[in-house]
């Protein structure tokens, strides 16, 4: 029996992963959190799920970046001052600036941070990669949908965001960190050895993907295999469905993606085994020759005795060059 939790916890997710899928669609779905409809048909969209969902991610991140007195207090003083006068966002932003400030004298104003998030859509990606410095690692961020450099003369801060981003291993947490418009790319340094795993934005407190060096994906899916315990459900349904992602749109190797969920071999992990079971169905619906063994492959995933199933690497030929982790530059894919 699924601890209640976790149940919310998976609907959360699926909420997330939603809005990540319709923020970045090509069709007319998409569109900023805060905006102003300009033809009557588009009056509906104030109330869709973007418009819901999104934001409700988004009121998540502050709270993750402020604390929670800071954010209750704020909305008490904000409640307080307004209660019987008309308000914007401005306005609620500059108080709840000031009451972070009561403790982090040099914060960043709020309304510059989250005007990156409301006001735009899509989302980013952050990429890691570590340093031949034991313990060092190196996080930069692009737009999902930017798989080449900026053009000549382009304004960086209509592809970049003020992204909080939380680092975390099995035996230290970092401060949190920021990558900005004006400084995209953040060092950073645990005290970890090389065959130790990092996680970047645990519990999906962040509104973006992570895109890992193939040695840290590995490392995730062998503790996965060892102790899946040891990462929250919210967590293990973000690394599996991001890994997925990114092996869908040829950022990283398919074969990591599989990688991710092998230990679902001996353990039922519902929440998980849903978004396997979505993903490897697209997979054999869209490329039914591109994977051997498709079939073999679904089955273990939706099958009640996962004990009895195994789950390999694909083959080496399904691998292609994984994307330069600074540059950005896409994979090419045969």
């Excluded at 690394?239 to 992602?245: E, S, W, Y």
Aim: charged share 25%.
């Amino acid at each position: 029996m699924p601890e209640f939790v976790d149940i919310i916890d998976e609907q959360w997710m699926a909420n997330y992963f939603r809005v990540l899928i319709m923020d970045v669609s090509e069709d007319d779905n998409s569109h900023p959190v805060s905006h102003n409809p300009e033809d009557p048909n588009d009056f509906m969209k104030l109330f869709d799920i973007i418009t819901y969902q999104k934001a409700a991610i988004m009121v998540k991140m502050v709270h993750s970046i402020v604390g929670d007195d800071t954010l209750r207090n704020g909305l008490i003083r904000f409640m307080n001052r307004y209660q019987y006068r008309n308000a914007n966002s401005s306005q609620f932003w500059e108080i709840l600036t000031e009451e972070t400030r009561r403790t982090r004298s040099n914060f960043v104003d709020l309304e510059t941070i989250m005007d990156s998030w409301l006001h735009r859509t899509s989302y980013p990606i952050i990429q890691c990669h570590r340093t031949n410095e034991t313990g060092r690692f190196i996080l930069t961020q692009r737009a999902f949908e930017d798989q080449q450099p900026p053009a000549e003369g382009s304004n960086p801060t209509e592809s970049t965001w003020w992204i909080p981003i939380t680092v975390t291993s099995i035996s230290s947490d970092l401060p949190l960190l920021w990558s900005s418009p004006d400084e995209p790319t953040v060092s950073v340094s645990l005290p970890v050895d090389n065959k130790t795993w990092f996680l970047v934005n645990a519990q999906s407190t962040g509104y973006y993907r992570v895109e890992y060096d193939e040695e840290n994906w590995l490392l995730l899916a062998d503790q996965l295999i060892y102790d899946y315990t040891v990462f929250s459900v919210a967590t293990r349904m973000k690394l599996v469905d991001d890994a997925f992602h990114l092996a869908w749109t040829h950022v990283i190797p398919m074969r990591i993606a599989f990688r991710m969920i092998r230990y679902l071999r001996s353990v039922q992990d519902d929440q998980i085994r849903r978004i396997a079971v979505s993903y490897v169905t697209d997979i054999k619906k869209y490329f039914p020759s591109a994977i051997p063994d498709l079939d073999e492959y679904v089955s273990m995933i939706s099958s009640n005795a996962v004990k009895a199933a195994r789950l390999s690497d694909l083959p080496e030929e399904m691998a292609y060059q994984r994307p330069d982790v600074a540059s950005g530059h896409p994979a090419v894919v045969p």
